[in-house]
């Protein structure tokens, strides 16, 4: 049977009775090919509303190459789904929590560096974070995000130097993402120096 | 020949050199590679940099990594590709113009992937831009790449019709001629199912380009 073919044909996104019918054939029969499809790689399986299997068919793959990127990263570990125009990949090494960090920063979209927020429960080494926000010249800006996160996370606590060092760092950009600020969260911004563009509201989808 | 992970130890190797940030675009075979099509092995490795300088930091990059550099394109040939050899590999290095095609921003949004090799990062187009990239060539090879990917996936033929009409009134005018003479060949050579729609389009951008050209 040749399943690129089949594939190619049914390319789109199915539940197991529209491929059936689809393809003329008995629902049993559907289940099989779809499985057999999916050993080949031509269908990714998710769930609906009320939990229906959605079979997604396509015969053009990218070949799996290097390990999860960014994009992938932050998707695994938020609540906020981010879809993004195309697979990243890194190769040769994991990527690290504290490095998705500071490049969901450096993308100045509102949804990333709010999906980024959840990922400081899995910083494991806050003097890499430093390293890298000090590079980008990002400090007060991590450690605004960090404690803002702390309201509304449990979170490993940050060392003291590091946070000193942090809020001692010179500012040169106050937006985290130009020209948005809220007025929520004045204590951080004052005492960080920056302005945070998140207000109340966009916690309590974080939170659900 | 080079597969795919003949590829990415070159790349890998590239990105040791690389001191500073660099992103290429991997286009023709050595992009088919990275697709699950049926072809396995490209000739040899056509990247593309942006901009004049980073292919020329390309090309130092690769001459510490041991390659040797075959040929410089001059300014009459500026659209050729900087070559360089080791064993064998063959890199051809582009600059934002490949032969008869310009790198379009619709081509740079319409990236499938992108890897990250440290300082390297190596960015993969659409399988529909590697048939836009394969029509401007007379090579039996290229067509057969071409022909292969049509057999193997569904198409987005509007998309290659959108990129054709850019290429004609940004980059080489005459890019609806090859266009049109590379998917008559797809149909009566290699038996290709064209949507009659898009042949339709495309007869009707030469017949265009023929009313201009006699108008001047």
Same mark, same amino acid.
Not at chain 1, 197 to 203: A, K
């Given at each position: 049977m040749d399943w690129r073919k089949m594939a190619k044909k049914a390319e789109g996104l199915h539940t197991l009775e529209g491929f059936a019918s689809l393809m003329n054939i008995h629902k049993k029969t559907a289940a099989v090919y779809l499985h057999l499809m999916r050993k080949e790689g031509y269908v990714k399986t998710s769930r609906g509303k009320r939990g229906k299997r959605l079979y997604e068919i396509s015969p053009l793959q990218l070949r799996p190459v290097g390990s999860k990127g960014f994009f992938e990263v932050l998707n695994e570990n938020s609540s906020i789904g981010i879809q993004f125009p195309y697979v990243q990949k890194v190769y040769g090494r994991d990527v690290r929590a504290e490095e998705v960090i500071i490049w969901a920063l450096l993308t100045k979209d509102y949804r990333v560096v709010l999906a980024s927020l959840e990922l400081f429960r899995k910083v494991g080494d806050f003097s890499l974070l430093y390293r890298l926000a000090k590079h980008e010249r990002l400090e007060r800006h991590v450690g605004a995000l960090y404690a803002l996160a702390r309201k509304f996370f449990r979170l490993p606590r940050i060392d003291g130097r590091i946070l000193k060092s942090m809020m001692r760092a010179p500012l040169k950009k106050k937006y985290i993402i130009p020209p948005m600020k809220s007025s929520d969260f004045a204590d951080i911004q004052h005492k960080w120096g920056v302005f945070i563009? $998140? /207000?109340? /509201?966009? $916690?309590d989808r974080l939170r659900r | 020949m080079i597969n795919l992970d003949r590829q990415l130890k070159l790349f890998k190797l590239m990105a040791e050199q690389c001191k500073k940030k660099v992103e290429v675009l991997v286009i023709g075979g050595s992009a088919m590679l990275f697709y699950n099509f049926s072809k396995k092995a490209t000739k040899d490795i056509d990247l593309v940099a942006l901009f004049e300088n980073e292919r020329k930091y390309l090309a130092s990059v690769l001459e510490r990594a041991g390659f040797r550099q075959t040929f410089v394109p001059g300014k009459e040939n500026e659209r050729e590709p900087c070559r360089l050899e080791m064993g064998e590999y063959v890199v051809d290095i582009f600059d934002g113009k490949v032969f008869r095609l310009t790198i379009s921003q619709g081509m740079l949004d319409r990236i499938r992937e992108k890897i990250e090799f440290g300082s390297l990062t190596v960015s993969v187009i659409s399988p529909e831009d590697i048939i836009i990239s394969k029509c401007m060539t007379d090579r039996p090879g290229d067509r057969q790449d071409a022909a292969s990917i049509i057999n193997e996936i569904n198409v987005n033929w509007d998309i290659i019709i959108k990129e054709c009409r850019w290429q004609s009134e940004h980059g080489d005018f005459r890019f609806s001629l090859y266009l049109h003479d590379f998917l008559d060949d797809l149909v009566h050579d290699f038996h290709i199912d064209v949507p009659e729609k898009t042949l339709k389009e495309t007869r009707s951008m030469c017949r265009e380009f023929m009313e201009r050209l006699g108008k001047k």
């Open positions: 563009p $998140f /207000s109340m /509201s966009d $916690f | -």
